[in-house]
């Protein structure tokens, strides 16, 4: 187990020591993977793709079950038939498609891996330039960047908030459910002041 130092100087996903974490934050852990998943997506020209990541975030919020999921995954199965080779032209098409089978697999342990993957296709787009440590850098880059989404989705696990339900009034939760569900979090000062007049005084909250 790491200590707080530790997890406020990781410089790279793992360094947060999360995994042990994915059966107790199966959601949380779902939803960082679909996140990776769509920052790799933009890499990439497949409007395909985008079903199996909606998909995944329903899955994670219980509103489709394994059965429809299954069904989306056949997409992935589709895509995958047509890639002639995973290091070719289609190498970060590759990479997405198994980030979004990790992200869509009923299994905690295999969801762990989306992010990697994730990180996989940036790198294939960087190996294009030629230039020597490209693959390297271009990977350790969106693992910095994923360290961002990680911290923002799981928390501080060593200063955890606690919430109160007197917050979650119809003002609170209205903001919060169309920020989410529009993928557009520009109104977070906007929900900041609705908490605040709902008696939240923690700026960790």
């Not at 779902?30 to 790799?40: H, S």
């Not at 290091?87 to 989306?114: H, I, M, Q, W």
């Amino acid at each position: 187990m790491i200590t707080e130092q530790e997890w406020l100087a990781a410089t790279g996903v793992i360094g947060l020591d999360l995994w042990r974490s994915a059966k107790s934050q199966h959601r949380k852990w779902r939803l960082f993977a679909a996140a990776c998943c769509r920052r790799a997506m933009s890499l990439v020209t497949d409007a395909r793709l985008e079903s199996v990541a909606g998909a995944i975030e329903q899955f994670a919020d219980a509103e489709i079950g394994w059965e429809g999921m299954k069904r989306i995954r056949r997409t992935l199965t589709a895509i995958r038939r047509e890639i002639d080779d995973q290091f070719g032209t289609k190498e970060a098409l590759y990479d997405v498609v198994e980030s979004l089978n990790r992200a869509s697999s009923n299994k905690p342990v295999e969801v762990l891996g989306a992010d990697q993957y994730a990180g996989y296709a940036f790198a294939a787009r960087a190996r294009r330039s030629k230039r020597q440590d490209a693959w390297d850098d271009a990977n350790k880059a969106e693992d910095r960047r994923q360290l961002i989404l990680a911290r923002d989705i799981f928390g501080n696990p060593f200063r955890p908030v606690d919430f109160s339900p007197a917050w979650r009034t119809e003002h609170t939760t209205g903001i919060a459910a169309k920020m989410y569900d529009d993928r557009d979090f520009a109104a977070m000062p906007i929900l900041a002041d609705a908490l605040e007049e709902a008696g939240c005084e923690n700026p960790d909250s």
